[in-house]
């Protein structure tokens, strides 16, 4: 599982605090989701034309940027016709992309 982003530093102690109190069965799962909402910093979202703006930011054709992002030709069109939305992980491959170009992907 992916090392959880959270909010702050702040957030990320109470959030290990909620953590203890759930194993200890002190609180309950419905609780303990409210404090993930509350203390996690949540994936972006990215509409059709973020992600064509990105991917042409970086000047790569769809199939380069599947393949550095790991996934399809035919998922990087949907994400650019707005017919599918990019799931968390590859919401967080777009974040860095946006932020860093890809030379992060060394």
């Known amino acids: 599982m992916a090392k959880a982003r959270f909010r702050s530093d702040a957030s990320e102690a109470v959030h290990s605090a909620a953590s ?39 000047n790569v054709s769809q199939g380069v940027f599947a393949v550095y992002l790991n996934t399809t030709v035919s998922t990087v069109r949907q994400w650019e016709q707005g017919d599918k939305k990019p799931s968390g992980i590859a919401a967080r491959m777009l974040q860095l992309v946006e932020k860093n170009g890809l030379g992060i992907f060394g």
């Open 20 to 58: 203890g109190l759930y194993r200890a069965k002190v609180i309950d799962k419905k609780t303990m989701r409210e404090y993930d909402d509350l203390c996690i910093e949540k994936a972006p979202e990215f509409d059709a034309k973020e992600i064509a703006r990105i991917r042409k930011g970086v």
